[in-house]
């Protein structure tokens, strides 16, 4: 089985701060690593992704990511934020070969980012 | 290209009646997925549909199913309505889930 664990439910940081999302997981099996980002009423929509490869990642809006596979964290960090990052993050694993995990994405329970003037 | 389309955007329900939400995947993708994000409880997988078929299914009751048709459209049915079904249900379409999924914008379902 897999799980995603989000360390901080809550970040509040200051406009134009570099703020870190922190992410953990566990799995039995090679993973790929996602984030994703929710504003309000909305769908997610994907950040970045590991699959392969070097382990530090770019994405979308300035947001990087890096995968450690030996302390199996997958950590988001953006050098600068804006207001309009306000919103909640969501860091996801899959991969899973077979049994439960097979064909679904298993996310951790999120990180509200509230960036203030 | 369009996206991921979810049908309707809002719904009321009395307890203890039924509901179908529907979604569309992205032109090409033959997998669907349905989440439900429920308040407090984070994201819970519901279903995984590929080629018309169910593939995997999380830890719901038999009163949520639904199905994927030819055209790789699906539903979901909830059956017997409860207050705690109240949620925004996400469908998300890919080519291969290991490499992620693209989400809709969601049916936010409220029973009461």
């Known amino acids: 089985a897999q799980s995603v664990t989000q360390l901080d439910s809550q970040v509040p940081v200051f406009e134009e701060a570099p703020v870190e999302l922190r992410c953990n997981y566990s799995?039995?099996?090679?993973?790929?690593l996602f984030w994703y980002v929710q504003y309000p009423n909305q769908g997610l929509q994907l950040l970045l992704k590991y699959l392969s490869g070097s382990t530090l990642v770019k994405g979308i809006n300035g947001f990087e990511a890096e995968f450690n596979k030996s302390q199996t964290s997958f950590h988001l960090r953006k050098p600068s934020v804006h207001i309009s990052d306000t919103a909640e993050y969501f860091c996801a694993v899959s991969g899973g070969a077979g049994g439960t995990s097979y064909g679904k994405l298993t996310f951790g329970q999120g990180t509200i980012l509230t960036v203030h003037p | 290209e369009a996206g991921v389309t979810q049908s309707p955007t809002h719904l009321i329900k009395t307890r203890g009646q039924q509901v179908t939400l529907r979604c569309s995947p992205i032109?090409?993708?033959?997998?669907v997925y349905w989440y439900q994000q429920a308040l407090g409880l984070g994201l819970q997988f519901l279903l995984w549909y590929d080629e018309g078929e169910e593939r995997n299914r999380g830890n719901f009751p038999p009163r949520f199913s639904g199905r994927q048709f030819p055209n790789y459209s699906s539903e979901l049915n909830v059956n017997a309505l409860e207050l705690e079904d109240s949620a925004l249900y996400l469908c998300?379409?890919?080519?291969?889930?290991?490499?992620?999924?693209?989400f809709g914008s969601g049916t936010r379902l409220t029973v009461v």
């Open positions: 799995s039995s099996v090679s993973v790929y």
């Open positions: 998300a379409s890919s080519l291969d889930f290991n490499y992620g999924y693209t």
């Open positions: 032109s090409g993708h033959t997998s």
